[in-house]
Nanobody, 122 residues
Framework: QVSLVESGGGLVQSGGTLRLSCAAF????????MGWYRQAPGNQRELVAK???????NYADSVQGRFTISRDDRQKMGFLQMNRLEPEDTAVYYC????????????????WGQGTRVTVSS
């Protein structure tokens, strides 16, 4: 069984910073792509940032230059450093990972965390 647990959300003023963490637990052989998504009230879930196992990153236009995604494969963790936060960044943030479990060869499956809430006040 595999689970992802996010942490680091909270309330911050506009212009502030937060660092989200995502820890992966279970019988994990390796993690392919990892990503952060967010969902604001009344909106669909949207991609914020993604990082491949090789370290290639891509970002939503709205966060480019303000957010940085990273990962630590030894710790099986992912991170999202969020700088210059804006009220529009208010949402529940979800970690996402494509996981190859022990004994699965190259087969992988996508897992989601439960989410961590980020609120940015103006």
């Amino acid at each position: 069984q595999v689970s992802l647990v996010e942490s680091g959300g909270g309330l911050v003023q506009s212009g502030g910073t937060l660092r989200l963490s995502c820890a992966a637990f279970g019988d994990i052989f390796k993690i392919n792509d990892m990503g952060w998504y967010r969902q604001a009230p009344g909106n669909q879930r949207e991609l914020v940032a993604k990082i491949t196992s090789g370290g290639t990153t891509n970002y939503a236009d709205s966060v480019q230059g303000r957010f940085t995604i990273s990962r630590d494969d030894r710790q099986k963790m992912g991170f999202l450093q969020m700088n210059r936060l804006e009220p529009e960044d208010t949402a529940v943030y979800y970690c996402n990972a494509d996981v190859v479990r022990i004994g699965w060869g190259q087969r992988w499956e996508t897992h989601w965390g439960q989410g961590t809430r980020v609120t940015v006040s103006s």
